[in-house]
T-cell receptor, first 112, second 115 residues
Framework: GDSVTQMEGPVTLSEEAFLTINCTYT??????LFWYVQYPGEGLQLLLK?????DKGSNKGFEATYRKETTSFHLEKGSVQVSDSAVYFC???????????FGKGTKLSVIP | EPEVTQTPSHQVTQMGQEVILRCVPI?????FYWYRQILGQKVEFLVS????????KSEIFDDQFSVERPDGSNFTLKIRSTKLEDSAMYFC?????????????FGPGTRLTVL
């Protein structure tokens, strides 16, 4: 079945550091790929998505590119802020399916 | 901005009791979902619902679980006889259409504790 593997956390960075959170997937066909973010005490919010190969999703300075050849969707941000501290989830939705399959989540802490 | 709401935020129950978790999806959305996250584990899909019918369900969603849209705004998840292993955060989500490219919008979750 479909699966998502993302780097284990927690990740601690200093403000203005570069962020990469790795995400790889296994799926048949051409899934859609998502990054969700969960701030403390809140629900899951869509951060960005890409629905076909080579698409780049971007939002709030975060970017991720759908790489079919490496089955990856790594999340990057050039300069993190304290307000980016949250748990980040990579997810996919397989063609013809209603369900999202999630990775385990990566907790990011940004310190001043 | 419209959002998915869930009540209660925290529910504590005794093993064997029935619980109903409530959700109000975004008003113009047609597809509704329940997910759960056991502490320290992945967010897992339970069920999707469209046009008053279950569209898809996972192996987790056994006969102890049921879903209902009792009126035009609420969407509920019922667990008939709770077990200790049902303790988890339960998330409701909704989307405009049931396409794999569509965005699912999540509520803040209900933390269920079974004693």
């Amino acid at each position: 079945g479909d699966s998502v593997t993302q780097m284990e956390g927690p990740v601690t960075l200093s403000e203005e550091a570069f962020l990469t959170i790795n995400c790889t997937y296994t799926a048949t066909g051409y899934p859609s790929l998502f990054w969700y973010v969960q701030y403390p005490g809140e629900g899951l919010q869509l951060l960005l998505k890409a629905t076909k190969a080579d698409d780049k999703g971007s939002n709030k300075g975060f970017e991720a590119t759908y790489r079919k050849e490496t089955t990856s969707f790594h999340l990057e941000k050039g300069s993190v802020q304290v307000s980016d501290s949250a748990v980040y989830f990579c997810a996919l939705s397989g063609a013809g399916s209603y369900q999202l399959t999630f990775g385990k989540g990566t907790k990011l802490s940004v310190i001043p | 901005e419209p959002e998915v709401t869930q009540t209660p935020s925290h529910q504590v129950t005794q093993m064997g009791q029935e619980v109903i978790l409530r959700c109000v999806p975004i008003s113009n959305h047609l597809y509704f979902y329940w997910y759960r996250q056991i502490l320290g584990q992945k967010v897992e899909f339970l069920v999707s619902f469209y046009n008053n019918e279950i569209s898809e369900k996972s192996e987790i969603f056994d006969d102890q679980f049921s879903v209902e849209r009792p009126d035009g705004s609420n969407f509920t998840l019922k667990i008939r006889s709770t077990k200790l292993e049902d303790s988890a955060m339960y998330f409701c989500a909704s989307s405009t259409v049931g396409s794999w490219t569509d965005t699912q919008y999540f509520g803040p979750g209900t933390r269920l504790t079974v004693l």
